[in-house]
Nanobody, 123 residues
Framework: VQLQASGGGTVQAGGSLKISCAAS????????MGWFRQAPGQEREFVAS????????VYADSVKGRFTISRDNAKNTLYLQMNSLKPEDTAVYYC?????????????????WGQGTQVTVSS
């Protein structure tokens, strides 16, 4: 079972980036999914989550209005569209699959994690 995050890179402040997370080995269509991020020297923090149907989304205050989480269950893939990026968004972004059908902001509510993709926002 693997979650493979991709699409990270370097972008200037104010720019956009879309990262993806593809699942293999099993389907997570009945699970909530989430994105977290971790900057150097900091703890991993919640970014956004989505329910199994894709209709229930939750965002951290720091990204609300700028980031959009979505999923394509037919492709077993999770996405995070990031707009109006800021230097403080620089981090390794991790996707995760929740134990239940809804997403959550708690790290312990997730039992499958991807390897992370680096997002760097230059000023």
């Amino acid at each position: 079972v693997q979650l493979q995050a991709s699409g990270g890179g370097t972008v200037q402040a104010g720019g956009s980036l879309k990262i993806s997370c593809a699942a293999s080995g099993r389907t997570f269509n009945n699970n909530g999914m989430g994105w977290f991020r971790q900057a150097p020297g900091q703890e991993r923090e919640f970014v956004a989550s989505i329910g199994w149907r894709g209709s229930a989304t939750v965002y951290a205050d720091s990204v609300k209005g700028r980031f959009t989480i979505s999923r394509d269950n037919a492709k077993n893939t999770l996405y995070l569209q990031m707009n109006s990026l800021k230097p403080e968004d620089t981090a390794v972004y991790y996707c995760a699959a929740a134990r239940k059908s809804f997403g959550s902001s708690g790290l312990n509510d997730y039992n499958y994690w991807g390897q992370g993709t680096q997002v760097t926002v230059s000023s």
